[in-house]
């Protein structure tokens, strides 16, 4: 029994200490913020202007650092409310009346740090809202000993404009960047003006970073993928990257940390050699695909992915693909789709899913193909890459990024098939219309849909009114008769001004 009481007595001892270390943290955070506030303003260093710190800073502080702070205050905000919610849990679960007692008011506490935090998050925030100069918050801050409901109060004007100001000096807030919590987001989709408020050689004050609207619906995962160090190592995490452009985050933000590669990366092959040899397992990083080396990719049955699933067999699949005679009759070769604009096709673009083996076979003809593709569980970017090609990567929810009337040709298969909705495919098959050049050609291989929904998915191409070089339509002999291929090799027509 006496060991009871002493063990007992212990614990006791052990959760006061806790409690008492739980306080002193609140108490030490709230002296760090409010010494930092005062300390950065009340130094002068900011608002000198006479040395370079002045002329970059001007007369206001830089509403970064008061938006880093913002971000602080925000977090100890959440830990403080944590260690609340610690100790209320820790009332219920207890019947003795004085650790009750002394868990209440260590509570109370707790919730008055918590509402000096809020106020002063709530001052910084007024403070990057006004753009007030440095004379105003300076006299401000004189009276040190204010307490935070006097220092916000007193504050409460700094809000209203600078008298003789213009209205366009007045900082409005912006839904978007207000939506987002983490402060890398909001960094980047803030406007950005040019240095010196002038235009610059596109025509434009600013600059504006860009994210789809799709984004906003995915707020947890864009927050975990802007969730860095600047400056340091990023994550590896390409694979929620891909997930976030899949589903209509894209374009995606760009981020300020380094890309990992590699560690033992070799130096790539000679292009006399690399488009039909298989790269080094070395310089490809792993560590997100199920195999991890080229030769699973080329002969295990469990690869990661479905989708072209031979295309990393380079000899027996992809070498003989569109250069030798196939039983397939929606197969056509290259040197049948040159023969009919001899001389012409120079550039292009091959929107599918692959390993670049149509570009490389392009560049045999002297036509320069690139190769546009996702990373559907396999290196595919990586594989294109060190075969010496260039890879796009790009989903097929963005506008292709080439200007109008440019591409001598434009090749798609294993990518677009009976899956997509027509309204949407009606959009990408317009924007191909438009990057194609008057006379560029539009190589449809092996679409494939089920028998009843072809000639919806024909007409897509048929109110193009493109010139029919080849059109073929033939049964999808592994799917019992019930789905069918259609290729066909379509002309753009010239179009009057």
């Known amino acids: 029994m006496r060991e009871m009481q002493r063990n007992a007595f212990l614990r006791s001892k052990f959760a006061k200490c806790v409690s008492g270390l739980q306080v002193i943290f609140a108490l030490l955070v709230m002296f760090v913020i409010v010494s930092s506030v005062v300390g950065i303003y009340s130094t002068g260093v900011l608002f000198k202007q006479d040395d370079a710190c002045?002329?970059?800073?001007?007369?206001?502080?830089?509403?970064?650092?008061?938006?880093?702070?913002?971000?602080?205050?925000?977090?100890?905000?959440?830990?403080?409310?944590?260690?609340?919610?610690?100790?209320?849990?820790?009332?219920?679960r207890r019947d003795r009346q004085g650790l009750r007692k002394r868990r209440l008011n260590q509570s109370g506490l707790l919730s008055d740090v918590l509402l000096n935090l809020g106020l002063m998050k709530s001052f910084l925030l007024r403070l990057k809202l006004s753009g007030m100069d440095s004379t105003r918050f300076v006299s401000v801050q004189k009276d040190s000993n204010l307490s935070m409901v006097e220092l916000q109060g007193k504050t409460k004007d700094l809000t209203d404009p600078v008298p003789g100001g213009s209205p366009d000096e007045e900082k409005e807030s912006d839904p978007l960047?207000?939506?987002?919590?983490?402060?890398?987001?909001?960094?980047?989709?803030?406007?950005?003006?040019?240095?010196?408020?002038?235009?610059?050689?596109?025509g434009s004050n600013g600059t504006i970073g860009v994210i789809s609207h799709a984004c906003v619906s995915m707020k947890s995962e864009l927050e975990d993928y802007m969730g860095y160090d600047v400056g340091d190592y990023c994550k590896d995490d390409w694979p929620l990257a891909e997930k976030l452009m899949t589903h209509g985050c894209d374009p995606l933000p760009r981020r300020r940390c380094l890309a990992r590669a590699p560690p033992l990366y070799q130096k790539p092959l000679?292009?006399?050699?690399?488009?039909?040899?298989?790269?080094?397992?070395?310089?490809?990083?792993?560590?997100?695909?199920?195999?991890?080396?080229?030769?699973?990719?080329?002969?295990?049955?469990?690869?990661?992915?479905?989708?072209?699933?031979?295309?990393?067999?380079?000899?027996?699949?992809?070498?003989?693909?569109?250069?030798?005679?196939?039983?397939?009759?929606?197969?056509?070769?290259i040197a049948d789709v040159l023969s009919i604009k001899p001389g012409e096709i120079r550039i292009g673009l091959d929107f599918s899913v692959g390993v670049g083996t149509f570009a490389a076979r392009m560049l045999e003809h002297n036509v320069t193909i690139v190769s546009a593709t996702l990373?559907?569980?396999?290196?595919?970017?990586?594989?294109?890459?060190?075969?010496?090609?260039?890879?796009?990567?790009?989903?097929?929810?963005?506008?292709?990024?080439?200007?109008d009337n440019t591409l001598d040709i434009l090749h798609s298969t294993l990518?677009?098939?009976?899956?997509?909705?027509?309204?949407?495919?009606?959009?990408v098959v317009f924007d191909w219309d438009r990057v194609l050049r008057p006379g560029g050609l539009l190589w449809i291989d092996r679409f494939f849909c089920e028998k009843?929904?072809?000639?919806?998915?024909?007409?897509?191409?048929?109110?193009?009114?493109?010139?029919?070089?080849?059109?073929?339509?033939?049964?999808?002999?592994?799917?019992?008769?019930?789905e069918v291929y259609f290729s066909a090799l379509l002309e753009k027509p010239p179009r009057p001004f």
């Open 452 to 482: 009843q929904d072809l000639d919806d998915y024909l007409y897509m191409f048929l109110q193009l009114r493109y010139k029919k070089h080849k059109w073929v339509i033939t049964p999808k002999l592994d799917k019992d008769g019930g």
């Open 54 to 92: 002045g002329r970059r800073f001007g007369d206001a502080p830089s509403a970064d650092q008061v938006a880093t702070l913002l971000a602080r205050v925000g977090e100890l905000q959440v830990k403080v409310g944590k260690a609340m919610e610690d100790i209320q849990e820790e009332v219920g």
């Open 177 to 202: 960047v207000d939506f987002f919590e983490i402060e890398e987001i909001r960094k980047y989709l803030r406007t950005k003006d040019n240095r010196h408020k002038r235009k610059n050689f596109l």
């Open 375 to 403: 990373n559907l569980g396999a290196p595919f970017n990586e594989m294109i890459a060190l075969r010496g090609l260039v890879p796009l990567y790009i989903s097929v929810n963005q506008r292709l990024p080439f200007f």
């Open 270 to 333: 000679p292009i006399n050699e690399s488009l039909w040899k298989i790269p080094d397992n070395r310089n490809v990083r792993w560590s997100n695909y199920a195999c991890r080396n080229f030769q699973c990719l080329s002969n295990s049955t469990r690869r990661g992915f479905f989708k072209c699933s031979d295309c990393f067999n380079l000899v027996q699949h992809e070498a003989p693909r569109w250069v030798t005679n196939s039983t397939l009759a929606a197969d056509f070769q």
């Open 415 to 427: 990518f677009l098939d009976g899956w997509i909705d027509l309204q949407f495919l009606d959009f």
